[in-house]
């Protein structure tokens, strides 16, 4: 994952018409659900776990008890979505005006062997990206940790990930947990776009001490995007089946999506340019 992530390819669950379709169909959405999100919604966070963050101290996630807090679980060396999602997080808290006041956000490295200085590079791009300042460095915190307090906090909240020896990378959707002050799961957000509404209503609930109901949750919505690399040697990878089997209507949609998103991007610097 680098500050300026190449689209490349994100598998999205496809419901086909055809037998041989909706077999390959199958199979994606028994590797999706390997790697999906059980939402557990009012579960317990544990807040003790040690971490390192990019600046080298040693933190816990209960540092910063009595704010709310959005995690996600991503690393520096994917190629593929975790850029795509930590960008969406960084417009989205720059079009809601945050400044670092209100909520932490922390990201937390799946990758046991992350490297501190990456790390580093990427807060820097990240917190940038994201409107920069004093505050929303401090509050926007990346962190790494040992494999066991990392997955604690990862089964804890229901994000579920594997390593692929094959790709020598790491499956996993795309997902924002958001957390109460008091270190209980009060939402998820699921996707790589966050709009301002939902960041802010997510954060209230969440300050709030509330929990969304299952209604509230489903009501959120958002695209459960999947990264999942493939091996180059095999002949006809898992990622390519799908495609080969209709595969290729959901990719149009998913590279129109972005598109769209870069579209709004480039207009909105130029608006600000032409006002500066």
């Not at 101290?57 to 709310?68: H, I, N, T, Y």
């Not at 960041?199 to 209230?204: E, F, G, K, S």
Request: glycine content about 12%; some cysteine; hydrophobic content about 45%.
């Amino acid at each position: 994952m680098s500050p300026h992530p190449k689209v490349a390819l994100a598998l999205v669950a496809l419901l086909a018409a055809h037998p041989a379709a909706g077999q390959t169909t199958d199979l994606l959405k028994r590797e999706v659900a390997a790697i999906g999100v059980v939402e557990r919604l009012g579960a317990p966070v544990p807040l003790t776990g040690a971490f390192t963050d990019s600046e080298g101290r040693d933190v816990k996630l209960g540092d910063r008890a009595g704010r709310p807090l959005l995690l996600s679980f991503n690393y520096t060396a994917c190629p593929r979505l975790c850029g795509l999602q930590l960008g969406g997080l960084a417009r989205g808290l720059k079009e809601a005006a945050w400044t670092g006041e209100g909520f932490d956000v922390v990201t937390v490295s799946i990758d046991p062997g992350e490297k501190r200085e990456q790390m580093a590079r990427y807060k820097v791009a990240m917190v940038r990206e994201a409107g920069g300042g004093a505050g929303a460095e401090r509050a926007w915190r990346f962190l790494r940790g040992d494999r066991a307090d990392v997955d604690a906090l990862a089964d804890a909240v229901g994000f579920k990930y594997r390593y692929d020896e094959k790709t020598g990378e790491y499956q996993h959707q795309a997902t924002l947990v958001v957390i109460t002050p008091d270190g209980r799961v009060s939402g998820y957000l699921h996707g790589i776009t966050y709009a301002p509404g939902a960041l802010r209503a997510a954060v209230d609930r969440a300050a709030a001490g509330a929990v969304a109901t299952a209604a509230e949750q489903r009501s959120l919505g958002g695209f459960l995007l999947t990264c999942m690399g493939f091996d180059p040697a095999d002949p006809a990878p898992l990622a390519l089946k799908v495609m080969r089997s209709g595969g290729v209507l959901a990719m149009i949609f998913l590279v129109s999506f972005l598109g769209y998103q870069a579209y709004r991007d480039v207009r909105r610097r130029r608006t600000e340019n032409h006002i500066t």
